[in-house]
């Protein structure tokens, strides 16, 4: 069925020419009186297409140029099928690309605490973690399943970035042309891989639910969405929030307010706005209860609500700004791909531009025109979802600016990018130029990340061999020399040759091959590497203490933390002795957790202890940098355990049998001559620490003023 066309259809009809002429005559005529009519014949809305500029295609006639049932099958038929190649080439690609060198904090984080769930312990209650339990309790089944491999871990962080770029490329296709979508997916995929060193991270997973949760709530703009997807849309946000406590929770806040404010706006609804509004609101309700609900019955039913508040809460508020912040980058040639965090700032001031100029036009009333104001009203719900998400998601990753924590809002920020620069036509000619620069700037910026990553590659040897390796576990080569082209004199050539290396203590072939023969959980399926220093103290804890042990890998010093070694722990399937063995500025460097972990050392007595001293040249413009002065632990260790032998950057120390408490404990966390001493008997400088700000809480200074009075008291 086709409607009826204006003046001089019959001569449109016999000259395709004069057709497609006065198609594209009538679209610029309706755009400049604000009036776009649809056509809803299949052929027509062709015509149309190929007619006028592709980017001034309204939304509806995309998903109408398929129309038919027959047509509309085809394509999601075409649809599936490049998807599934899609994911299993990237999955491949990932693959092969992701490093062999695990990271001993951010990975053995996540693998520590699975192994240690896998154990039957319960995050918050007895061990310290900031993260929600679904980055852990998978980990965890997949352990159950197939024993503790860093192998299905990886499998598992793979699916899910290859699911990412399935994902982007799926929903650019719906919003916009082809050429554009494949655009899109390629910058997504460039920056997963450039980031893949951290691909342990809970923001890939964060930001694929929170942008799939976002994308489901479009329809709700034009009044056609059903319960069902509410509810799927409130599940992933559930299932985002059991990733990430604070982004599930922003994900809520946003979505339910978007959800409200849409629904109690509706038009025609002025006489039943509340059911309206409640209508639409237990649905999404509903499914992010269903998704987090059990959690919290469950870890109710184990341990009481205040660790979990103290953890994520109480910590983090006094903590976390103060020794994690870090500012925005500047311009530097080595790491040009940090200035993509400015991008989703320009991305929303153009979405917001665009929003006010064009999204407040007023349109006619015709019933002809019901399914094209359906589709500019998603358009405009997708410029405002997505747009909302891109500006929670930046300011949550304001405190500690870079890359990877602000690719939670790349993602959306990118979709934007290109539904922006598939109108771009419409739009004045400053506006349309900053477009095209910032889809050019995101292409850069992911191709750099990547370019990055890929020399980080070829400084552990060439392709074909990194192919080798991952096939058949064979050594590591030595560095190769740079290229020659890296020899010329542009500046950004320069940026990019000069790049240093992790500084990683590469292990000789012989040592590599002794390494993979071993069986421990980061060899089996596939022979991930460790440097010189760590094959050796994990093949030393192995042959020296038992499974049932408690192990303690520690800093060389404990006044400054930044980060510990958690990789130890899952490599050598040894539970730490301590519950905060994932080290947090701020935390394990104060009075009130130190004296826990030391009565928590006392009571495991593990028989050695490693103290790493990698993380000690390591410096962030923060508070992460400046020591606390308190030396309670280093005493603790110093007196109780003697040094044995040293692993490159790791010192083994093992416990003192006959151990004189009275001796140990004569001088914990003081110094000597401190004007504190009261009758011959020191007491520690609480007041002064307190004065510093090293307490994180009311309740930890009430619990270190009881533990020192009785250490204090034992004493004297």
């Known amino acids: 069925m086709a409607l009826s066309l204006d003046h001089g259809e019959s001569t449109e009809r ?6 497609a002429a006065s198609v594209y005559q009538r679209s610029v005529r309706d755009v400049n009186h604000g009036i776009l009519r649809l056509t809803v014949s299949r052929r027509t809305i062709l015509t149309e297409k190929a007619a006028t500029s592709p980017a001034g295609q309204t939304l509806t006639k995309m998903p109408t140029a398929v129309g038919g049932d027959s047509g509309d099958r085809a394509h999601i038929r075409r649809m599936v099928v490049t998807s599934v190649l899609l994911f299993l080439v990237s999955f491949m690609v990932l693959f092969l690309g992701m490093r062999r060198y695990p990271l001993p904090y951010d990975e053995g984080v996540v693998l520590t605490a699975a192994m240690r769930i896998a154990a039957g312990q319960v995050p918050h209650r007895d061990f310290y973690e900031i993260y929600g339990p679904a980055d852990f309790y998978l980990p965890a089944a997949l352990f159950k399943l197939f024993g503790p491999s860093l192998l299905v871990v990886r499998f598992l962080d793979l699916f899910v970035e290859g699911i990412t ?23 997504t995929f460039l920056w997963i891989y450039g980031l893949n060193a951290y691909i342990s991270s809970t923001v890939f997973p964060v930001a694929l639910l929170s942008l799939v949760s976002s994308i489901l709530l479009i329809r709700l703009f034009a009044g056609g969405m059903t319960r069902t997807r509410l509810c799927a849309a409130g599940a992933i946000a559930g299932l985002c929030a059991l990733y990430r406590y604070d982004t599930g929770v922003a994900l809520l806040a946003i979505q339910v307010c ?47 609500i205040y660790p979990l508040i103290y953890d994520v809460v109480v910590l983090q508020a006094a903590n976390y700004q103060r020794y994690r912040h870090m500012p925005f980058p500047g311009i530097h040639l080595k790491k040009l791909d940090d200035l993509a965090v400015y991008g989703p700032i320009v991305t929303i001031a153009l979405s917001l531009f665009v929003l006010l100029t064009f999204g407040s036009r007023s349109q006619p009333d015709h019933p002809a025109d019901k399914q094209e104001r359906s589709g500019k009203e998603q358009l405009r719900g997708l410029l405002i979802i997505l747009s909302v998400l891109t500006f929670v998601m930046f300011f949550k990753g304001y405190v500690r600016v870079g890359t990877l924590n602000m690719f939670i809002s790349f993602l959306p920020s990118l979709l934007l990018t290109a539904v922006l620069f598939e109108y771009r036509m419409r739009l004045p000619r400053l506006p349309r130029t900053l477009v095209s620069c910032l889809a050019c700037f995101f292409i850069f910026t992911a191709a750099f990340c990547a370019a990055k990553a890929t020399r980080f590659d070829l400084l552990q040897g060439s392709i074909p061999d990194r192919i080798a390796r991952v096939l058949f576990a ?12 890296c020899k010329l004199s542009n500046p950004l050539i320069k940026g990019f040759c000069f790049l240093e290396d992790d500084g990683l203590t590469s292990p000789s072939p012989e040592a590599q091959s002794a390494w993979c023969e071993m069986s421990n959980p980061l060899t089996n399926g596939f022979c ?26 520690g800093l060389s010093r404990h006044d400054r933390t930044i ?17 905060w063995s994932h080290f947090d500025p701020g935390l394990q460097n104060s009075y009130p957790v130190q004296l826990e972990m030391i009565g928590e050392l006392k009571a495991a007595s593990p028989p050695y202890i490693i103290l790493d001293s990698e993380f000690d040249s390591i410096h962030e413009p923060n508070d992460s940098s400046i020591s606390t002065g308190v030396s309670l632990l280093d005493d603790f260790i110093h007196s109780r355990y003697r040094y044995v032998q040293s692993f490159g950057e790791m010192s083994i120390w093992q416990l003192i049998a006959d151990t004189n408490d009275h001796r140990m404990t004569s001088g914990l966390g003081m110094s000597r001559g401190d004007p504190t001493e009261v009758g011959g008997c020191s007491r520690p400088r609480l007041l002064k620490a307190k004065a510093e700000g090293h307490f994180v809480s009311k309740s930890a200074v009430l619990v270190a003023t009881l533990l020192l009075q009785s250490e204090i008291h034992s004493r004297c």
């Open 14 to 19: 016999l000259n395709p020419k004069w057709r």
């Open 165 to 187: 770029v399935v994902t982007m490329f799926v929903v650019a296709s719906f919003y916009s042309r082809r050429p554009v979508a494949i655009c899109v997916t390629l910058v």
């Open 258 to 304: 978007v959800i409200v404010i849409v629904a109690y706006f509706r038009p025609n609804a002025a006489s039943g706005r509340l059911s309206i509004t409640l209508s639409a609101l237990w649905p999404y309700i509903l499914g992010f209860a269903i998704l987090t609900g059990p959690a919290i019955i469950y870890f109710l039913s184990v341990s009481s």
């Open 474 to 485: 064979s050594g590591r080569p030595a560095p190769q020399p740079g290229p020659a082209w």
């Open 528 to 553: 991930f590497l460790v440097d010189y220093g760590r094959m050796q103290t994990i093949e030393f804890i192995e042959t020296h203490t038992r499974p049932d042990q408690r192990l303690f890998v």
């Open 563 to 579: 980060g510990n070694d958690n990789l130890i722990y899952f490599a050598t399937q040894r539970l730490p002795a301590t519950k």
